[in-house]
Each structure stands twice: as structure tokens, then as C-alpha cells.
T-cell receptor, first 112, second 112 residues
């Protein structure tokens, strides 16, 4: 149980375009989901907390207008990277806490 | 947020050897989580610790919640090839908070 599904697993996009990443809790409801970013050979850094039915809360230094989060249902949160640039290339991972922290399989974003 | 420092940063061992790694914090944690991350994947929860002094096992893995609540240890006995990966400790930002801060990671490599 407590499976978190993330899609797509990888995406390549052109600089200036937007990319949407989906995070779903498959067998439980998640009023709160979390989005992390991981640069190569580094640890996971929390970007924002996605709250069902309300605005996301962002960590210091994360641009809310660039990383749009929508949590329209109890099983789905989306992260949209707007006007992507090469420096946004990273591994994005979502999490939904059932108990102990369940993570999606991640999305490798490459901006060219 | 709190900083979690993991030691060692990397380990090169032979199959069958035991492994020990630790995680230290500058502040008190009330929960310690240990994750393993394979390349290109999200982290997978190995062990969760909720009480100071707690010692918990999961197969060949054993983790302990330090008495001071500022550290935790993870041991792997009789390592096998599938143990290769990066091990992260993590803890909540604040008491009762579901947001996690991750350690710097320990990369485990098994030498053939």
C-alpha cells in the first residue's frame, strides 16, 4: 500500500517552454504532498508543500511563479515548471505522507 | 532548517562485509528516517525511528535513534550487490511537521 506514482519519468524540453509533472497517490488520500528537487550528486531539497484545495507553500528561495503547484484533488498534485531554463534541469521528486514518507520514482527534467 | 550531516560520504566495501554509517544533527529530532535511493529513482524508506534509544531492524538492516536525539546510525550486515546505492537519513523540519530535511547522503559501492 501507500504507493506514489509520478509521471513522466523523464522529459526533455526546449528552453522557454513549460513542463508539467504529475504526482498521484494511488491507494490513499493525501491532503498534503511535497515536491523536492535533487541536483546531481546532491541531496534532496524541499521546494514546496502542496495543499489540497489551497495554495501551496514554498520554501525560501523557490520562486512560486516559476514552479506552479496545483493540488486539485486528494490524489493528484501537479508541478509545472514555467519558462524552463537549463539551470532548471534536475531530478524532481514528489512525496505523499501516509506514514513514514512515500516517494514517487522521480522525474528527470532536461532543458536544452 | 536543520542540517543533517552524514558520514562517511562514500564507502567502498567487498561483498559480505558489514557497513556502518551515521547521521548527525545540530538540533534535536523526534523522528529519524533512513532511505535508500537507487540511480534514477526516488528514495525508498528502509527504517523509521520514533523514540530516543530505539533500535529497529529490517532484515539485514539495523538503525538506532541516538540517546541525545541528535544522531542516528544505520548498519547493514553481510552486504550484497543490491545494497549498492545512496543512503539518506531524514527528519522532520519541526516537531509534528511532515516536511523532511535530508542528510548529505552516504554512497555505498561494492567492489567485486
Amino acid at each position: 500500500g501507500a504507493v506514489v506514482s509520478q509521471h513522466p519519468s523523464w522529459v526533455i524540453c526546449k528552453s522557454g517552454t513549460s513542463v508539467k509533472i504529475e504526482c498521484r497517490s494511488l491507494d490513499f488520500q493525501a491532503t498534503t504532498m511535497f515536491w523536492y528537487r535533487q541536483f546531481p550528486k546532491q541531496s534532496l531539497m524541499l521546494m514546496a508543500t502542496s495543499n489540497e484545495g489551497s495554495k501551496a507553500t514554498y520554501e525560501q528561495g523557490v520562486e512560486k511563479d516559476k514552479f506552479l503547484i496545483n493540488h486539485a484533488s486528494l490524489t493528484l498534485s501537479t508541478l509545472t515548471v514555467t519558462s524552463a531554463h537549463p539551470e532548471d534541469s534536475s531530478f524532481y521528486i514528489c512525496s505523499a505522507r501516509d506514514r513514514g514518507g512515500n516517494f514517487g520514482s522521480g522525474t528527470r527534467l532536461t532543458v536544452v | 532548517g536543520q542540517q543533517l550531516n552524514q558520514s562517511p560520504q562514500s564507502m567502498f566495501i567487498q561483498e559480505g562485509e558489514d557497513v556502518s554509517m551515521n547521521c548527525t544533527s545540530s538540533s534535536i529530532f523526534n523522528t529519524w528516517l533512513w532511505y535508500k535511493q537507487d540511480p534514477g529513482e526516488g528514495p525508498v524508506l528502509l527504517i523509521a525511528l520514533y523514540k530516543a534509544g530505539e533500535l529497529t531492524s529490517n532484515g539485514r538492516l539495523t538503525a538506532q535513534f541516538g540517546i541525545t536525539r541528535k544522531d542516528s546510525f544505520l548498519n547493514i550486515s553481510a552486504s550484497i550487490p543490491s545494497d549498492v546505492g545512496i543512503y539518506f537519513c531524514a527528519g522532520p523540519y519541526n516537531f509534528g511537521n511532515e516536511k523532511l530535511t535530508f542528510g548529505t547522503g552516504t554512497r555505498l559501492t561494492i567492489i567485486p
